[in-house]
């Protein structure tokens, strides 16, 4: 239950939302503690993968990619674990998941003067590990959220979410490549024991919330309910998806500085527009949201697809955040209403598993357009899969008003 609604009557409404907030945060802070994980080698990996162990480049790669196959099979069975055994359970596996494969990757790096295979294969078992944590930690942090606030805070539960997730990828990133310059690979793998050991404590201490009962509905059931709005959400993730892989190399063919600022740019416009506009989700409902927001992302991508400018490129880098910021939740919110109480949980799973999906397919997709359009082309590209998220997003919006009718 919201904390808000045990305050007194003369709680002033600013103090029950604080109390609200915070509560909240205290679930989504285990989703935060997955992306700072994954954040964390992730800019390292590849360069050490390819220069410092000799392996190709697209080996390189596919030591990134394999995580998110393996969050991406999980993701079915972390629902499953939400809501059979309860979302703390799911949490506690996924913050042990997360603490083994800081161990792996403090053993390969150790291992870096033994037989390189061994070394790479501790990578990968890492990678492996951590991917099945971000679906445990993160499927689980976001149920136990929504079960303890109420499900009237679904959209909220999911923005902050959202907000952790990207925080994590944003806070880890540069944080690991100053670690691994100083201290190596080994000091990366210490601190993420060190957080998802702290983070399992944390979560151990925490009060359970009892699982719904009732029966469980097939998972292909669930997954016919959510596939539509999961397709919405990995389509109109595209736009994300190619400025963070491409945007660099863009500028580059621009002759242009300041790539790194578009991203900047997107992360700011999109944590702006999550937290003042998240409770439009619970008064219009979260297919108009859904709509206007793909509109202004489409509006965001367009502009890089035709900037001539790096100042035209920074302004669509902010407008598709903030157009980008509430398809997720707006969405979400309506793919949960597709399935009783009881089964949230698989349906968060497979609804997110359908991002982790755009994120892994995009990068070959749109690197095989720049190979024979340029790479302005990718921006087109991505246009053309948000306005099929929005046409997608207009149809279930009709069905669900002729349901309703």
Not at 181 to 187: E, H, K, N, Y
Not at 359 to 380: C, D, K, M, W
Request: hydrophobic share 50%.
């Amino acid at each position: 239950m919201d904390t808000s609604a045990t305050d007194s009557p003369s709680s002033p409404a600013t103090d029950a939302s604080y109390s609200g907030a915070w509560q909240i945060i205290s679930f989504t802070y285990f989703t935060l503690v997955c992306y700072l994980s994954i954040g964390l080698p992730l800019a390292i990996l590849p360069a050490y993968v390819h220069l410092r162990m000799g392996y190709s480049a697209a080996l390189a790669g596919s030591v990134i990619s394999i995580q998110y196959i393996a969050t991406f099979l999980s993701r079915p069975w972390a629902g499953r674990i939400s809501d059979h055994a309860g979302a703390k359970v799911s949490v506690l596996w996924g913050m042990g998941a997360c603490l083994a494969s800081g161990a792996l990757l403090v053993f390969a790096a150790a291992l870096h003067r033994s037989p390189m295979w061994l070394s790479l294969a501790a990578l990968i078992a890492s990678r492996l590990a951590l991917g099945v944590g971000e679906s445990l930690g993160s499927t689980g942090a976001t149920l136990w959220g929504i079960t303890a606030a109420g499900p009237e805070h679904t959209a909220r539960v999911i923005s902050y979410n959202g907000i952790s997730t990207y925080g994590g990828l944003a806070l880890g990133a540069p944080l690991g490549v100053v670690m691994a310059q100083r201290w190596g690979l080994g000091s990366i793998g210490l601190l993420t024991i060190a957080l998802a050991g702290l983070s399992l404590l944390l979560a151990s201490a925490k009060r359970p919330l009892p699982v719904a009962p009732g029966e469980h509905l097939p998972f292909r059931d669930v997954l016919g309910r959510v596939m539509p709005h999961g397709m919405g959400l990995a389509l109109g993730g595209v736009g994300y998806s190619v400025l963070a892989t491409f945007v660099t190399l863009f500028y580059a063919s621009r002759h242009w500085d300041g790539a790194a600022l578009c991203l900047t740019s997107f992360g700011v416009a999109f944590i702006v527009a999550r937290l003042s506009f998240i409770q439009t989700i619970n008064r219009f409902g979260g297919f108009p949201v859904a709509m206007t927001c793909l509109a202004v992302e489409s509006a965001g991508v367009a502009m890089m697809w035709l900037a001539h400018s790096p100042w035209t490129a920074f302004a669509g880098a902010g407008l598709t955040g903030f157009g980008f910021s509430l398809v997720f939740p707006a969405l979400g919110v309506e793919a949960v209403k597709r399935v009783p109480e009881f089964n949230r949980g698989t349906a968060l799973g497979v609804y997110t598993g359908f991002s982790d999906v755009s994120f892994f397919l995009v990068g070959p997709t749109a690197g095989a357009v720049i190979g024979v359009f340029g790479y302005a082309s990718a921006f087109l590209f991505a246009l053309l899969c948000v306005l099929a998220s929005l046409g997608i997003v207009v149809v279930l919006a009709l069905r669900h008003e002729a349901e309703v009718t």
